[in-house]
């Protein structure tokens, strides 16, 4: 079943990223003909992955190049309808490519119930847990012990001068990643992780001449720290006495 999974990957990551040029992505929007020759080479690329056992694969290289052509077609269709949204539409098409892959797989081997167990086994839930805590109870958790200052609003009659939830965005993957450090024992990058952030905030602080966009700057880092940290450790306690 690896083996078989491996090679859909092969074919998908080879077709969408490798051999699709930025071309090819413009053309197909206007002129379908462009979309055929992107599914066809698609196909082209599953058929020489499974050539040892063509026979046996061919209903499977054809229902993933069909499905392939479906998705895309929405793609497109989605692309024309919501043009400020290109991010969470690239997102959206690859899981609909990894769904299908996988329900492919299941189709052919099942889906057995030690599988499932592994999958969902103590630790995998235990980083289940982390990463929504990391990525969606933080933020929400800082905003709301933000809001007995109200900085916010006070910001909110400035110049924007930042990208729309850029901060929002660092805070998680600085979460994550401290996560990650005390998971490996790298204490020392959760140092120049702080020190790094302090470097490019300084020259919002000296620019800034403003005690309380300071105070509210340092704050946020600090939390958004602590928070990490709790996080991490809680992760690498919970994980010893794991099964």
């Known amino acids: 079943m690896i083996i078989f ?119 995998n839930l235990l980083y289940l847990l982390t990463l929504l805590l990391t990525v969606c109870v933080s933020p929400i958790l800082l905003r709301v012990f933000f809001s007995r200052w109200k900085q916010e609003n006070e910001l909110e009659g400035k110049p924007a001068s930042s990208l729309t939830d850029a901060g929002l965005l660092i805070g998680i993957m600085e979460r994550l990643l401290i996560v990650l450090f005390i998971q490996l024992g790298f204490l020392s990058g959760i140092g120049f992780l702080l020190a790094a952030k302090s470097i490019f905030r300084f020259g919002d602080l000296t620019n800034a001449r403003d005690t309380k966009f300071t105070e509210y700057i340092l704050l946020g880092t600090l939390a958004s720290f602590v928070i990490g940290v709790a996080i991490g450790f809680g992760l690498k306690l919970a994980l010893r006495y794991t099964t």
């Open 5 to 123: 999974c491996l090679k859909l990957l092969l074919a998908h990551i080879l077709g969408d990223f490798v051999f699709q040029s930025k071309a090819l992505v413009r053309e197909r929007k206007e002129n379908i003909a462009y979309l055929f020759l992107h599914v066809g080479i698609h196909a082209l690329l599953l058929v020489l992955c499974f050539l040892s056992d063509l026979y046996d694969n061919w209903p499977v290289i054809l229902f993933v190049s069909c499905s392939h052509l479906l998705i895309d077609s929405l793609k497109i269709w989605w692309e024309r309808k919501f043009p400020y949204k290109p991010f969470h539409i690239f997102v959206v098409d690859q899981v609909l490519h990894l769904a299908t892959i996988a329900a492919v797989a299941i189709h052919q081997y099942g889906l057995s119930v030690e599988w499932l167990d592994g999958l969902l086994s103590e630790k």
